[in-house]
């Protein structure tokens, strides 16, 4: 009777040894995945969805030294402006939380879209100068700074954001194929619950 118990003593040790190997080896595993997947959907980083071309002419004259243009003469430009921006999202701002019990990446936040790249090429027609008053490197750069903020600040206009809101949604599924690659899930209902809910006060 005596060995029976050292048996089951010996066994039972044996099993506890075992289990927190290897039962505590496969949540280990399981939190690295999370990880893992969770720096993977991050790592795309900026994720283009949607494309506008522009093409804008743009009347360029300095005014910042008037009494100066008065005398060697005014510098006036017309420019073509081409452009290229792409609408889209950042996806360092996703928020998400794992479940690893459940093999669950739960979606907590997603970001709005916003402008990620503004791509320009400028051609200069009618351009005059002063006199004494040529156009220098200094001038070029501030026609080509205000003409592109001239190209940002009309992007609001096209509703190419509302566009790239439209694939939300899209990406978000795509992010749900990636963390199906892996036999885990993607809950996204608090995303969707709360672009419902804003729908509804709209």
């Not at 280990?28 to 980083?45: D, G, P, T, W, Y």
């Not at 093409?55 to 004259?61: A, D, H, V």
């Not at 889209?88 to 479940?99: I, P």
């Not at 970001?111 to 009618?126: A, G, H, I, R, S």
Request: with cysteine.
């Amino acid at each position: 009777m005596e060995y029976l118990f050292i048996g089951l003593a010996v066994g039972a040790i044996l099993a506890y040894f075992l289990f927190a190997r290897f039962g505590g080896g496969k949540k280990e595993k399981v939190n690295a995945q999370s990880v893992i997947l969770m720096e993977k959907i991050r790592s795309v980083c900026k994720f283009i969805t949607v494309e506008g071309d522009f093409s804008e002419i743009f009347y360029y004259e300095n005014v910042k030294d008037k009494w100066l243009n008065l005398l060697l003469g005014k510098k006036k430009a017309l420019v073509l402006i081409e452009a290229k921006a792409h609408i889209g999202f950042d996806l360092t701002k996703v928020k998400m939380n794992a479940d690893t019990k459940n093999r669950t990446i739960i979606l907590t936040n997603f970001p709005q879209p916003e402008l990620l790249t503004v791509e320009t090429d400028f051609k200069y027609y009618n351009k005059q100068e002063g006199w004494a008053n040529p156009f220098t490197a200094s001038d070029l750069t501030d026609i080509t700074q205000e003409a592109k903020k001239h190209i940002v600040d009309k992007i609001p206009e096209t509703g190419l954001f509302n566009e790239a809101s439209k694939q939300a949604l899209e990406t978000i599924q795509l992010m749900e194929k990636l963390v199906e690659t892996i036999n885990w899930k993607l809950d996204y209902s608090a995303i969707y619950a709360a672009e419902e809910k804003r729908k509804l006060k709209q």
